[in-house]
């Protein structure tokens, strides 16, 4: 199993109507095949500029790359995360 | 819940003994009061330069305090965190 965990932050306001369309496209990705227990998470550590926070999991590497080439994913960063998110990170954790 | 995730990584080798002595040392905090869902875990997305990420969970702010200013924390955070750890980050995420 590996966590994918991405803190992020979106160049909208916070309560905007374009910050709701975000995550509203953001959750979709929960659609995808292979994810498993995606969340989208509030960040709330005053030692980080994160506001938001994607984790979901994969059972393997496969499952992973799966995702990350599907078409509703690439779109995704595309026409989304390139546009709306003004700064994230990566982390993938397994055992 | 407050999920409490720091992806680290440490001034020791890969493999050596101050490593494993650091993780040894590290899984303990498991043992505080109040700190639930432990999880000492290896970060392994080449996007990112952490090698290892403690993720633990809290049922509430008070508990996420309590654990803060234990003793066995701070003791941890001053004789081996501030001395074992190149770089890490914090997140805490919420619903």
Avoid at 34 to 50: A, C, I, M, T
Wanted: with cysteine; charged share 20%.
């Amino acid at each position: 199993m590996i966590r994918h965990i991405v803190p992020f932050r979106l160049t909208h306001a916070h309560g905007s109507a374009a910050e709701a369309d975000f995550l509203v496209a953001n959750r979709r990705l929960a659609d995808i095949p292979g994810v498993e227990n995606f969340e989208l998470l509030r960040q709330v550590s005053p030692k980080s500029n994160f506001d938001f926070c994607v984790s979901m999991a994969f059972a393997d590497q496969a499952a992973y790359e799966a995702y990350n080439t599907h078409p509703a994913h690439v779109d995704f960063v595309q026409t989304r995360w390139l546009v709306d998110v003004a700064d994230f990170m990566e982390i993938d954790l397994t055992e």
